[in-house]
């Protein structure tokens, strides 16, 4: 076990130092198995097999760009929003000054430095710090790249298939497991998402607070971060309902996104979710702590994907670390069991039939006779010796 764990280490410190050219690759794998199946539809439609390929590229970039314009308009118009409530973000920090004195909370320094806090800082800080995540532009760019040639060397995959599948078919199967539940994971995150978005969207819009297509996006794009994405979600319309419409205004906005996303995303999406790929939710919590460890924050977004993968690979691709999978949230099925691969823990117990059972040994008394009338034949050809 300790080199196994040493091994485990290595393995994840080097993808930790290689972490800015996994991220793209790994999505963009993901994202080319998830259109897959319409590819696979057109090619069986008589659709040369490089025509089809290229409109699965397609679709995918025009998924990515879509997702990405709607992003940058939201980050816009949050941006020009933002210093037309400079002054009410002053008087909530006066009263929270104010009810800091009140309690006896002397803070000198700290009440200093926010009484000359320069608003537009706060601007220029969130701009800063999204310009230097993991440079978004370089990231883009490998991105629709890896996904350009992930698509066109998967355009024929039948020959390696079959390959893989006479020299490793467990392999094989796990790698089919893989690519199916993955499909479902972005399918389901993205439905999800959306329906969430159009609720939050709903309820901000009822409440009059500003800004609603910027939250439903944002609502949107958490949404693929598992466990906690509605979380951050949610901050930022809160934050925005208090500077806005006030405190009362805030606390009801809190309340029904809580109640709205905490149906959606801890009742029903991790049903249906650990249904489709086999995870629950303690695993897909853990995997979304230590995939933005080692990835980076777009670990966050490729927990679940990956988790499958290295689940896919190390333990279902092996008969004897099935039983992992009970552990992760997923089912054995008894075709998946290895049966007698695996040596039994003790013997099974004898179950005794009575149309096997042994004929009746004859009488003591009869047998003595038998070998009586035995020795008084002679053999032919022996001498009988007193």
Same mark, same amino acid.
């Given at each position: ?169 467990? +392999? $094989? ?8 539940? @993955?499909?479902? !994971?972005? /399918? *389901? %995150? ?52 208090? +500077? $806005? ?8 906005? @809190?309340?029904? !996104?809580? /109640? *709205? %996303? ?125």
């Amino acid at each position: 076990m300790l080199y196994v764990g040493a091994a485990l280490v290595v393995c994840m410190v080097g993808l930790f130092l290689i972490r800015e050219v996994v991220a793209p690759v790994f999505l963009a794998i993901t994202l080319v198995l998830t259109v897959r199946p319409m590819v696979v539809w057109l090619n069986d439609h008589k659709v040369p097999k490089l025509l089809s390929a290229s409109f699965g590229i397609i679709v995918v970039f025009a998924v990515l760009i879509a997702i990405l314009f709607a992003v940058t308009i939201a980050f816009a118009q949050f941006v020009g929003a933002v210093p037309t409530y400079a002054a009410e973000f002053n008087a909530l920090l006066d009263q929270a000054l104010s009810l800091l004195a009140s309690w006896g909370i002397s803070s000198e320094a700290m009440t200093e430095y926010l009484r000359t806090f320069d608003f537009t800082r706060l601007i220029g800080a969130v701009t800063g710090f999204v310009s230097q995540i993991g440079s978004v532009a370089g990231f883009l760019g490998s991105l629709f790249l890896f996904v350009a040639f992930v698509a066109v060397d998967m355009t024929d995959t039948s020959e390696r298939y079959s390959r893989l599948t006479s020299w490793r078919p467990n +392999l $094989s199967a796990a790698l089919v497991d893989f690519t199916w539940r @993955v499909r479902r !994971y972005w /399918v *389901v %995150n993205t439905v999800f998402g959306l329906c969430v978005a159009l609720i939050n969207m709903g309820i901000l819009a009822w409440l009059q607070i500003p800004l609603v297509l910027t939250w439903g996006i944002l609502a949107f794009v958490c949404a693929y971060i598992p466990n906690i994405g509605f979380i951050i979600a949610l901050i930022p319309p809160a934050i925005m309902a208090l +500077l $806005s419409q006030g405190w009362e205004t805030m606390v009801v906005m @809190v309340a029904a !996104y809580l /109640v *709205v %996303n905490f149906i959606s995303h801890m009742i029903i999406q991790p049903k249906v979710t650990g249904h489709a790929v086999g995870l629950n939710i303690t695993t897909t919590f853990v995997s979304l702590v230590f995939w933005a460890i080692i990835i980076g924050p777009m670990g966050a977004i490729l927990a679940v994907p990956l988790t499958l993968f290295f689940k896919c690979i190390l333990f279902d691709a092996y008969p004897r670390t099935l039983w992992v999978s009970i552990f992760m949230g997923g089912e054995l099925d008894d075709d998946a069991l290895p049966g007698d691969t695996v040596p039994p823990l003790e013997a099974p117990p004898v179950v005794e039939d009575p149309e096997l059972q042994p004929e009746p040994e004859p009488p003591a008394a009869a047998t003595h006779t038998a070998a009586l009338e035995d020795e008084a034949e002679p053999v032919p050809g022996t001498r009988i010796r007193e």
